[in-house]
């Protein structure tokens, strides 16, 4: 499967933002998808990921709340809500696919193929 993240920009902080992830390839439905993200200077880390059927989501603790990822699988489309972004969620934001979990995993390795990532930049 191919990936490609979008949406990133440069906003205020308290702006909403969406992100999208657009996936080509093999049948979407098999892949439980992930976002990540990297600021700088920083590993990347977690941010959210969502079930093949879009009906289980997880979120790193302290972004549940603010984010919100869903799921067309019709489109083969993943999308990243952002609310009341902070200068701290500057970063370049990766969505990634995992084919072999049963369920929905926070751990990068499980993640075999990644987009490109897609610069979210907060300023204050």
């Known amino acids: 499967v191919q990936l490609q993240a979008s949406g990133g920009g440069l906003v205020q902080a308290g702006d909403s933002l969406r992100l999208s992830c657009a996936a080509s390839?093999?049948?979407?439905?098999?892949?439980?998808i992930g976002w990540f993200r990297q600021a700088p200077g920083k590993v990347r880390e977690f941010v959210a990921a969502?079930?093949?059927?879009?009906?289980?989501?997880v979120y790193a603790d302290h972004l549940q709340g603010r984010f919100t990822i869903s799921r067309d699988n019709a489109k083969n489309t993943v999308t990243l809500q952002m609310y009341s972004l902070k200068p701290d969620d500057t970063a370049v934001y990766y969505c990634?696919?995992?084919?072999?979990?049963?369920?929905?995993?926070?751990?990068?390795?499980?993640?075999?193929?990644w987009g490109q990532g897609t610069l979210v930049a907060v300023s204050s």
């Open positions: 390839g093999r049948t979407f439905d098999n892949y439980n």
């Open positions: 969502v079930s093949r059927s879009g009906n289980s989501a």
């Open positions: 990634a696919a995992d084919d072999y979990s049963e369920y929905v995993s926070r751990t990068e390795p499980r993640y075999d193929f």
